[in-house]
């Protein structure tokens, strides 16, 4: 037969009274932050789980941040892109009505200003840095400003010289499957409108027009007018891809919202309590601690040396 000492029972009695102690001040940290724990230990093997898809939430967030910053520059992308659409379109209806009213007073003007609205939105700049320049974002990508700069002939060569943008339009990550073009260069934007240009300020440089027309001038600006309307068509076909890309991170933008929202439910179920439980483990850990109370006291009064004492009286 085992000896029981009192010693041993206030021991076991008190390691009961700790644990009971503990357990409710978990189950009351619990109720008031509404949390499992505030560390991965209170997760046991839940706790991989919980870091990935925080690990992936974080990802994700990131993501979204970057597609709303890269919406906003397309914004601006397209403003410029549409200033040089307008650009095309006021060229074209210069000549065309320069011939049709067989009267071109007035075009050099409405061409010169249309110059200057293309090359203005060429150069635009976003966080101080040049839009369509490519992958030399400190350098003006277009340099002229006048009739009088364009050069003495409008092969691609000559064009070309104009042009001081990078060789790499710019690129973007939406998500972690997904790189897309996401930018233009400006010589790519702008090259079918330059060269309509330079091909009227070369033709009227050599030859003046009169008013009325002569039929070789107003033949000569027929041809003039295909051109223009050629740069017309691709400026606009450069204004709608890039009205594509921005449809592209929009529904990025609403795949990654989805995928986040359900990340955070899986991180919801894995951290949040069960309030129920949580009641149910404060009162059984309340009642544990007041049995083990009781215990502890019962012992204090009924220990041997009280009972010798009692004997001796």
């Known amino acids: 037969m085992d000896a029981v000492s009192t010693a041993s029972m206030f021991q076991s009695v008190l390691y009961n009274i700790q644990n009971e102690q503990q357990q409710l001040n978990v189950a009351s940290t619990q109720a008031s932050s509404e949390v499992v724990g505030d560390n991965l230990e209170s997760y046991g093997s839940q706790a991989e789980q919980l870091v990935a898809t925080n690990s992936l939430q974080s990802q994700v967030t990131g993501y979204i941040t970057n597609n709303n910053l890269l919406s906003e520059k397309l914004s601006v992308q397209s403003q410029a892109l549409q200033q040089v659409s307008d650009a095309a379109q006021s060229a074209v209806t210069g000549i065309g009505d320069a011939i049709a009213n067989n009267d071109p007073t007035g075009l050099s003007t409405t061409l010169q200003a249309a110059l200057s609205s293309a090359a203005s939105a060429l150069n635009t700049t976003y966080n101080g840095q040049y839009l369509f320049a490519g992958d030399a974002t400190s350098t003006q990508p277009f340099n002229a400003s006048s009739l009088s700069d364009l050069p003495a002939t409008s092969t691609p060569a000559a064009i070309s010289t104009l042009f001081a943008n990078g060789s790499t339009a710019p690129v973007s990550r939406l998500n972690s499957s997904t790189v897309t073009t996401t930018g233009f ?37 027929q041809s003039l007018e295909t051109q223009f309307n050629t740069a017309l068509t691709s400026a606009n076909a450069v204004s709608a891809q890039n009205g594509l890309v921005q449809s592209q991170v929009a529904t990025n933008v609403t795949d990654l919202t989805d995928q986040q929202t359900a990340l955070q ?12 439980q949580v009641e ?34």
């Open 185 to 221: 260069l400006a010589s790519a934007v702008g090259t079918p409108l330059v060269t309509a240009l330079t091909a009227f300020q070369n033709y009227v440089a050599s030859t003046p027009l009169s008013t009325p027309l002569t039929s070789d001038q107003s033949t000569e600006l």
């Open 280 to 313: 149910t483990n404060i009162t059984l850990a309340q009642n544990a601690l007041q049995a083990s109370a009781d215990v502890f006291q019962t012992l204090q009064t009924s220990s041997l040396l009280n009972l010798l004492s009692s004997t001796s009286s």
């Open 265 to 276: 439910g899986v991180a919801t179920n894995i951290t949040s309590i069960n309030l129920g």
